[in-house]
């Protein structure tokens, strides 16, 4: 897909969330539901004319908040169509595990999966690939972290990322990152803010 129909479809698709002229009722959407949308699709930065200069919009990594390592050795992550960090998302996303335990991805709702990335994984780590609508368990026995994705909405950025043990791999993991978010169509900076709460 060309650059130009890739920047057309998201338009399209962006407009077609934000309702056209649709009475808000008409879409079956809530009004937190709506609050998101509204959220995702304004504005961010500056634009710039002939001679401007914008200052760039600019996050602050300290207000990121660090995820602790989760309790137990057993660990679930549902996969859904909407839930409190958004739409298309693993819960919770990013996760904090010791070496050996084991993560079991449940589809609460239908048409999910959960497959790793190549190239996002601890070097020798066995991957995965859930078929859709299917639970799976994996046990991860190689530190590092992951980085997985659902395959039916990889381009709407539902992603997820797994530490276990220590962040051994987390320079080849974010350099990936910033190719992988170049494919998402919409939340383009989620892989992003997912790494930086580890």
């Known amino acids: 897909m060309s650059r130009f129909n890739l920047i057309a479809a998201t338009l399209v698709f962006i407009a077609m969330l934000s309702g056209c002229g649709v009475d ?6 809530t009004s937190s539901q709506e609050q ?3 959220d995702r699709i304004a504005p961010v930065g500056n634009v710039s004319m002939a001679g401007d200069i914008a200052a760039p919009a600019v996050v602050s990594m300290a207000s990121v908040e660090k ?3 989760s309790e137990g050795s057993e660990h679930t992550v549902k996969m859904l169509n909407m839930g409190d960090g958004g739409s298309m998302i693993f819960e919770p996303a990013v996760i904090k595990v010791s070496k050996g335990d084991t993560i079991h991805f449940k589809a ?15 070097a020798g780590a066995a991957d995965w690939a859930g078929a859709l609508s ?6 991860l026995d190689t530190e590092g972290v992951y980085v997985y994705q659902c395959d039916p909405h990889a381009m709407m ?7 276990v043990g ?10 990936a990152a ?5 494919r998402f169509m919409m939340n383009t900076d989620r892989l992003t803010g997912y790494l930086a709460q580890l």
């Open 134 to 139: 299917q639970d799976i368990s994996v046990t």
């Open 108 to 122: 609460v709702d239908l048409s999910h999966n959960s497959a790793t990335i190549d190239g996002m994984i601890p």
């Open 166 to 175: 220590e962040a051994i791999n987390m320079s080849e993991i974010q350099a």
């Open 67 to 69: 995820v602790m390592l």
């Open 36 to 38: 998101q949308v509204a």
């Open 178 to 182: 910033e190719k992988q978010a170049s």
């Open 157 to 163: 950025a539902m992603v997820g990322v797994i530490q």
């Open 24 to 29: 808000q009722s008409d879409r079956g959407l």
